[in-house]
């Protein structure tokens, strides 16, 4: 697929979420960006979180994860759900009785300013490098099939990309968002289809065979019971998957400021379980693509892509829809699905970064009415070019696939989180405010410490995504050190 015709898909796209902006910002106060004066539709919020949720890395780096990894993915999504009820019903009862606009703060609250700051930057920290892994894998995408062709450097590229997010956000932020990802969702799940059928069809399969073949079954292997040390098993894939979604949805202001835009808290649960099903049926098929890209490059002999001499299975699905022989649609849907699936997560997370910011860090609503909206437009901008700067940095360090990136950077960040709002919900006790982000911080440290460790002090056992809840368990046992006399909340 010529660049050209990448690039005028792209702008045009562009072109649509800047007239949902227009539409949907005819009001810019900052009620309305930071809690879209709690008037969406649940309904539209969950399809909308469905593309959050997934965003590039799962239309990209899920696929490419295949080989590698069978559909052992499947144990963490599984574990997904039920993380997801957990947020339902523990976690936004809590939100909604305080009627917060930053989530953290509870933390302010329940312990103290010092426990606030703590959480509001490990958020921050999550947040950053979340949103960047994300944006950097799909403009990594376009540098390669795109921009290097013309002689664009990589940091033009992910400059382009922030700036057009910021024009279509910087105005009525989660109001508009909700609108935006809930297209970009519809585009996502439509290219994965259509990538689907354009493959089996190449194939000369039908559906049924495809899903028979002996093809998928070299690939198709859900469930790892056999070794309990390995990373793979399944109770720790499931138990990792779990305690991922408390944090990087119910614990993340970038995922609960949706939520808190429905009218009431009986809607936001119903938003939050049909979500998940979705999520669950969505990241299946994304799975199951993954199989079949691998068949098809093998079948016909298509090389995936080496990046300064390193393969890069992330640029598998993106090199078998521009350059195996689909034809121009399968490449419009493929683009289309791309820059849906990225902006769907990078759009709500620089609304959220600057939503943090103000009111966690600059206390913006104890601030006059006059410099309120003027400081919000300072910190939209700060933030985007945090996240362009990141990004860049990105390039020159990132090894590994970028799934894989993530979750392993979740594990240590969003621990202390974990750690902080299990022992307020769970526990009756005060603390001694003032020594919390210490705990935290020795959290992140012993935490990476017996990681790397761990197949000499515990018999050959590998940690997987359940580091994440050994992280908050330590936070946890830290703040019962630092516990004083019991509280009535």
Not at 50 to 74: E, K, N, R
Request: charged share 15%.
């Amino acid at each position: 697929m010529s660049p050209i015709y990448i690039i005028s898909l792209i702008l045009a796209y562009f072109g649509v979420l800047i007239l949902i902006s227009f539409l949907t910002g005819k009001d810019d106060s900052n009620e309305i960006f930071f809690k879209a004066n709690k008037k969406s539709p649940w309904y539209l919020v969950a399809f909308g979180m469905v593309g959050a949720s997934l965003s590039g890395v799962t239309f990209i780096s899920v696929p490419g994860w295949v080989d590698a990894t069978q559909f052992s993915y499947m144990q963490i999504v599984m574990g997904y759900i039920a993380g997801y009820f957990i947020v339902a019903f523990v976690l936004l009862p809590v939100y909604y009785k305080l009627n917060v606009t930053s989530i953290y703060q509870y933390l302010d609250y329940r312990f103290g300013n010092i426990s606030y700051k703590t959480g509001t930057t490990f958020f921050f920290i999550s947040r950053v490098l979340g949103a960047a892994f994300r944006l950097f894998l799909v403009a990594s995408v376009l540098q390669y099939f795109v921009f290097d062709n013309w002689g664009i450097p990589f940091a033009v590229t992910v400059s382009l990309s922030i700036i057009m997010i910021w024009i279509y956000t910087f105005r009525s932020g989660i109001k508009t968002i909700v609108w935006t990802d809930t297209l970009q969702t519809f585009f996502m799940i439509t290219a994965s289809f259509a990538a689907i059928y354009f493959i089996i069809d190449k194939l000369d399969w039908s559906l049924g065979e495809f899903l028979t073949s002996d093809d998928l079954k070299n690939y198709s292997n859900i469930f790892f019971f056999d070794d309990f040390l390995a990373k793979n098993h399944f109770i720790k894939s499931f138990v990792g998957g779990m305690f991922i979604t408390i944090c990087m949805t119910g614990l993340d202001q970038d995922m609960m400021q949706k939520n808190l835009t429905c009218k009431n808290l009986k809607e936001a649960q119903k938003n939050m379980i049909s979500f998940s099903l979705t999520l669950f049926v969505v990241t299946f098929i994304f799975i199951l693509l993954g199989a079949l890209l691998f068949i098809y490059a093998n079948k016909f002999g298509i090389a995936i892509p080496i990046v300064d001499g390193k393969v890069k299975t992330d640029l598998l699905f993106p090199e078998v829809a521009l350059n195996g022989n689909l034809g121009i649609g399968m490449g419009m849907v493929f683009i289309l699905g791309l820059i849906a699936a990225a902006y769907s997560s990078a759009d709500s997370a620089l609304t959220s970064l600057t939503t943090s910011f103000c009111i966690d860090f600059l206390n913006i609503e104890k601030k006059d009415k006059s410099v309120q909206k003027r400081t919000r437009y300072k910190v939209h901008v700060l933030m985007s070019l945090l996240l362009i700067a990141v990004i860049i940095i990105f390039k020159y360090v990132l090894k590994d696939n970028v799934i894989s990136s993530l979750l392993q950077v979740a594990s240590y960040t969003y621990g202390p989180l974990l750690g902080l709002f299990a022992f307020g919900i769970f526990t009756k006790y005060a603390i001694k405010d003032r020594f919390v982000w210490l705990i935290a911080i020795l959290s992140v440290v012993l935490t990476y410490i017996v990681n790397a460790n761990s197949t000499q002090w515990l018999g050959g056992y590998v940690f997987g995504f359940e580091l994440l809840a050994l992280n908050g368990l330590i936070t946890f046992i830290g703040l019962l050190i630092i516990k004083t006399k019991k509280v009535e909340n």
